[in-house]
């Protein structure tokens, strides 16, 4: 008898739309109407140029259609390294839509778009991700490609939105859940980057920034609020820019 009662828990939690991952996002979406807001904490530090940086961003997620929701990101950034400081704002909006149930289906499946606007820049997003839930099991994975453009005023020109760099990444995650309301589990990414290169009027595109990080992800769920947490070391990379652990709060809170 315990096992059927933990399993209807178990899904009763999924239909919540909480998170079990701090970067590997599931395939489930919010019932219409419903609204959540949604809380990021993500601190990175050490590196080959002794970087620190705090990204935060807050959230506010609708779900508009059956097996489709919308949110709207406010975000924040400041880092710090051994040649000064900066900070940024900006604000993005993003869709979900869920083509299969990860329970019910053979896969979960549902694609994700971001765009993200700043001052300068404009971030295009497009996610694949996938997704089963087996028991007290869950495995997920993302797919992940953006396109970076900024803004550029060249002598004597009008500005343009210029391509600067196509980021790519990678997510796997797997979690147990122990009991109806904690998850444990391990993630890990891979991220790279192909950037434009313009030398002597020429532009070439190169590939490079790449990195792999894997860690442990605790998450809680409750009817009403959610909260995960993840801690991502760097294990190898060729990046001058990454930072040697990553850690990642989220949490959620429906309205």
């Known amino acids: 008898m315990r096992t059927p009662t933990l399993l209807l828990a178990l899904s009763a939690l999924a239909t919540a739309n909480e998170r079990k991952f701090g970067y590997t996002y599931e ?34 997620e609708v779900g508009v259609a059956p097996s489709t929701q919308a949110s709207l990101y406010l975000n924040s950034s400041s880092s ?4 000064g400081s900066s900070d ?56 992940v490609a953006e396109t970076e453009w900024v803004w550029t005023t060249p002598q004597s020109a009008s500005s343009t939105l210029d391509l600067e760099g196509i980021p790519l990444e990678a997510t796997l ?4 859940s122990f009991t109806p309301r904690f998850s444990l589990g391990i993630e890990a990414r891979w991220t790279g980057e192909t950037q434009r290169q313009t030398i002597s009027d020429k532009t070439n595109w190169e590939f490079q920034n ?3 990080q894997a860690g442990p992800t605790l998450s809680f769920g409750q ?33």
């Not at 489930?28 to 140029?49: C, F, H, Y």
């Not at 990860?102 to 606007?117: H, I, N, R």
């Not at 995650?173 to 147990?176: C, H, L």
């Open 27 to 60: 395939t489930s979406t919010m019932p219409v109407g419903q609204r959540e807001l949604e809380i990021w904490n993500t601190a990175r530090g050490g590196g080959d140029r002794f970087t620190s940086s705090l990204d935060q961003r807050v959230e506010v």
């Open 80 to 83: 710090k390294d051994r040649e």
């Open 88 to 143: 940024g704002k900006g604000v993005s909006l993003e869709v979900k839509h869920q083509w299969t149930d990860p329970a019910a289906d053979a896969l979960g499946s549902a694609w994700y778009l971001e765009a993200g606007f700043q001052t300068e820049e404009l971030e295009l997003e497009g996610k694949i991700l996938l997704d089963k839930q087996m028991g007290p099991w869950t495995v997920a994975t993302n797919l």
């Open 173 to 176: 995650a797997t979690a147990y």
């Open 210 to 212: 790449h990195a792999f």
């Open 223 to 255: 009817e009403g609020y959610w909260a995960a947490l993840t801690a991502m070391p760097r294990l190898w990379g060729i990046d001058e820019e990454s930072q040697a652990i990553e850690i990642r709060l989220l949490a959620g809170f429906h309205f």
